[in-house]
């Protein structure tokens, strides 16, 4: 029987909106997604407060088995010198985290920024606002100007656009001038190169997080953006260890990537999913919707249907949703639109179960 993992994103005691006892209601999810926010990229994971984490979730009967992120010091995807002394951390990190059962490390390997949008909160006209991404303001506005409007108007740090980080932006778009494509895929092979075998030998899936919007941003190279690009990267280390985060958010914006069939193609090397819909306009902007398959351009059932078909039993999770119900919560990242695409995943998914297994299959109850 084809089983998938239904995990949660949680952003830690005191650093997220929503409590565990909230996350423990929804209909099955087994785990939380997590990591040690307040360390800096290129920081080593301490062992105690791995074990915090565990033993906070345990309370609630969470498993921990996906980590995201453990994120890339810029010294690494720059390639400079100083990068060996931050992936020996990395790699004693991994041993961390597999001394406590992780399974998944979910990464990306985006130059300064994480995801980028225009706006985090933008009205979608009933009431509801979600992240949008307008196309001609980000390609008219400073990235000094928009991190500063970012941070003024959003009281919760986001992921990728910590203020420590930020504060050396003039200082990273100088490093990155010399920084071509190619060489950015020179840098992820060094990486995955001296990763993968500590990873493996300790039992830990390396899944990297496509660039979010699929495209250079700012002048900025950004390589993991299409089928080739995505097929070049499991190359780079051929190994079953060298995986994937397919996010349908980040790879939906680009209407060329053909999510299903990549998930058909890739599906040995996704280990982790991420599921997300949005609505792309004609000239080039886009807004995330909720995980219903007509509001937005990413055919979710579609989607979930690929996963079916391989017998996909990895990790899963609702990606980003919008604000509603007058939530305050970190962009994206509330508990009730999330929730609400965990049962839209559920319904798609268990009917196919069913239909396929017949009616002795009802569903497997993921935790008690
Ligand atoms: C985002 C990212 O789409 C997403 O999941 O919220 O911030 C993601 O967590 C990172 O790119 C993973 O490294
Ligand atoms: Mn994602």
Request: charged fraction near 25%; glycine fraction near 8%.
């Amino acid at each position: 029987m084809t089983r998938v993992k239904m995990v949660f994103r949680w952003f830690g005691e005191g650093n997220d909106t929503v409590p565990l006892s909230y996350i423990k209601q929804i209909p099955g999810v087994e785990g939380i997604v997590w990591a040690l926010h307040e360390l800096s990229p290129g920081e080593e994971w301490p062992l105690e407060k791995i074990l915090k984490v565990k033993n906070m979730a345990e309370q609630y009967g969470f498993q921990i088995d996906v980590v995201e992120s453990v994120n890339v010091h810029e010294d690494i995807k720059l390639g400079l010198p100083t990068r060996d002394q931050y992936i020996h951390k990395y790699t004693e990190t991994i041993k961390h985290l597999a001394k406590v059962g992780v399974k998944v490390i979910c990464y990306n390997f985006m130059p300064v920024f994480d995801w980028i949008r225009s706006d985090l909160f933008k009205e979608l006209g009933d009431g509801s606002t979600a992240l949008f991404y307008e196309k001609a303001k980000i390609e008219s506005i400073t990235p000094d100007k928009l991190v500063t409007s970012f941070l003024e108007n959003n009281e919760f740090t986001v992921p990728g656009w910590e203020p420590e980080r930020l504060q050396r932006l003039s200082e990273l778009f100088e490093a990155y001038k010399n920084v071509s494509e190619e060489n950015l895929w020179d840098n992820l092979k060094y990486f995955l190169e001296r990763v993968i075998p500590v990873a493996a030998q300790h039992g830990i899936r390396m899944a990297i997080h496509p660039d979010d919007p699929p495209w250079p941003i700012f002048g900025l190279p950004r390589i993991i953006t299409n089928r080739e690009n995505i097929s070049r990267l499991l190359h780079l280390v051929d190994h079953p260890y060298n995986g994937l985060t397919f996010c349908t958010g980040s790879l939906g914006a680009n209407p060329n990537n053909d999510l299903p069939e990549m998930i058909r193609e890739f599906g040995d090397r996704i280990h982790f999913a991420h599921i997300r819909n949005l609505k792309r306009f004609d000239n080039g902007d886009f807004i995330e919707t909720s995980h219903r398959t007509c509001d937005g351009s990413v055919d979710v059932y579609e989607v979930v249907k690929a996963y079916h078909e391989i017998g996909f039993s990895g990790y899963i999770r609702p990606d980003h949703g919008r604000h509603i119900w007058n939530e305050e919560c970190r962009p994206g990242y509330g508990l009730y639109d999330r929730a609400l695409g965990i049962m839209y995943l559920w319904g798609i998914w268990d009917s196919l179960v069913r239909m396929k297994e017949g009616s002795r299959h009802v569903c497997t109850k993921q935790q008690s």
